[in-house]
């Protein structure tokens, strides 16, 4: 076992560790487009066929817009959430 994986990555060159970074991150994102397909599918896909009709297409179009809207809301709560950790921590500090 060498240094950098003993460390979690502590001692690993910086252009390693930024490519495990972009990689999670495109990770991440095909997780969460595998939701939504995953979720979309199961609410607006009543039975496959070979096209799709006008009442799914609407469904999938508002299924996305929500899933995208519900991750942006709770992405940019988590971000509020830690800002105001941090500030708080600052002050205490001071």
Do not use: Y
């Amino acid at each position: 076992m060498d240094a950098a994986s003993g460390a979690g990555l502590g001692g690993a060159d910086p252009q390693l560790q930024r490519f495990i970074e972009v990689e999670t991150q495109k990770q991440r994102f095909q997780q969460l487009v595998h939701q939504m397909t995953e979720l979309c599918w199961e609410k607006c896909m009543d039975k496959p066929g070979p096209k799709l009709d006008s009442r799914a297409e609407t469904c999938f179009m508002n299924c996305v817009e929500r899933f995208i809207d519900t991750s942006q809301f709770i992405l940019n709560r988590l971000e509020q959430t830690q800002k105001s950790k941090s500030s708080f921590s600052e002050s205490l500090s001071d």
